[in-house]
Nanobody
Framework: QVQLVEFGGGSVQAGGSLRLSCVVS????????MGWFRQAPGKDRELVAA????????YEGDSVKGRFTISRENAKNILYLQMDSLKTEDTAVYYC????????????????????WGQGTQVTVSS
């Protein structure tokens, strides 16, 4: 079993920045491809970004491309999401998720691939 805990959410004005962290414990972090998802009120949960287990490949969704960056620090078992130029529409609960992977380059964009999830952290962007 793997446990995921998100940190770094909060309230920020539009145009500002936040960095989310996801601390992973319980199993070898490098065995997992990782993803960040978000769910806004009244909307479905959506993929924000994904990263392969070795960081060789990353993916950011169209709505955040050029503003958000996913990264990981395998030595510390931490996944990051750097969020810059935040917009009010980025307001949501953000979740990190883990998917066991044997490939250094595979990343996963569908929620159904991910077996392990954090509890979520709220990000609120005001105008």
């Amino acid at each position: 079993q793997v446990q995921l805990v998100e940190f770094g959410g909060g309230s920020v004005q539009a145009g500002g920045s936040l960095r989310l962290s996801c601390v992973v414990s319980g199993r070898t972090f490098t065995s997992y491809a990782m993803g960040w998802f978000r769910q806004a009120p009244g909307k479905d949960r959506e993929l924000v970004a994904a990263i392969s287990r070795s960081s060789e490949r990353t993916y950011e969704g169209d709505s955040v491309k050029g503003r958000f960056t996913i990264s990981r620090e395998n030595a510390k078992n931490i996944l990051y999401l750097q969020m810059d130029s935040l917009k009010t529409e980025d307001t949501a609960v953000y979740y990190c998720a883990a998917k066991a992977s044997t490939s250094n380059i595979a990343l996963f964009t569908a929620q159904s691939f991910y077996a392990f999830w954090g509890q979520g952290t709220q990000v609120t962007v005001s105008s």
